[in-house]
């Protein structure tokens, strides 16, 4: 298995590279390098496929008998060339990323897996959070109070039960902080379950 993992995590590695280097030769406008990161890939892909398959367990004990991880709905947000989408993929999610930078998006299109779904918009607006088990990001924008915007808009939309992973624990504390959710697992920076709608003890 770790043979496995470890082929996989390198083939992804090689493959995200070439297509990140023929991203750096589009323009980006003013606006885009000012609130938007770059498509830069998640460093370790070892630690968000151990993620996702200890999420996976998690689930499968949950669910009902007559359910499969294609019931289980994982949106990476700010998804980039799709690069963590295919590891959800592959670990058997109904998947969806969505990209606000068009390049990229474009890239993200062409690499989507059968059955999954790349989405050109913005995370800061999307208004279907709700419909997700599982709301994955690695910190898209360098702007906090954009940051704070998709962030509130993701808390408060997703529903209790629902899982949200932030690689690199970047925003780990303001999520912490509410009471609505709990720390689950440490691996690839910080995953919390919605317990309750309301913010109170
Ligand atoms: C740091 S990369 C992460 C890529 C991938 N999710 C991963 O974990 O490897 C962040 C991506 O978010 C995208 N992004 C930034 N702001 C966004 C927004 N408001 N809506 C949608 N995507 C956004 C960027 O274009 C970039 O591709």
């Known amino acids: 298995m770790k043979c496995h993992c470890e082929a996989l995590r390198r083939v992804i590695e090689i493959y995200v590279s070439g297509y990140q280097a023929d991203l750096s030769k589009y323009k980006r406008t003013k606006e885009s390098r000012s609130n938007h990161h770059r498509f830069v890939p998640a460093w370790n892909s070892i630690n968000i496929i151990d993620t996702l398959s200890y999420l996976r367990k998690l689930l499968i004990r949950r669910m009902p008998k007559e359910s499969n991880m294609k019931s289980v709905k994982f949106i990476d947000c700010g998804c980039g060339i799709g690069n963590i989408t295919i590891l959800a993929y592959a670990a058997g999610f109904d998947v969806t990323g969505i990209e606000y930078d068009l390049a990229t998006y474009k890239v993200a299109e062409r690499l989507r897996q059968p ?35 998709f962030l509130n808009r993701a808390m408060n939309d997703m529903k209790v039960g629902a899982f949200i992973i932030s690689y690199g624990a970047y925003y780990g504390d303001y999520i912490r902080k509410d009471k609505r959710f709990e720390h689950k697992k440490n691996k690839v920076g910080a995953m919390f379950e919605k317990v309750k709608e309301i913010n109170n003890k």
């Open 115 to 149: 059955g999954s779904k790349v989405i050109r918009g913005d995370i800061t607006t999307y208004g279907n959070y709700a419909d997700y088990d599982v709301i994955y990001f690695y910190v898209p924008m360098i702007c906090s109070k954009k940051m704070k915007k």
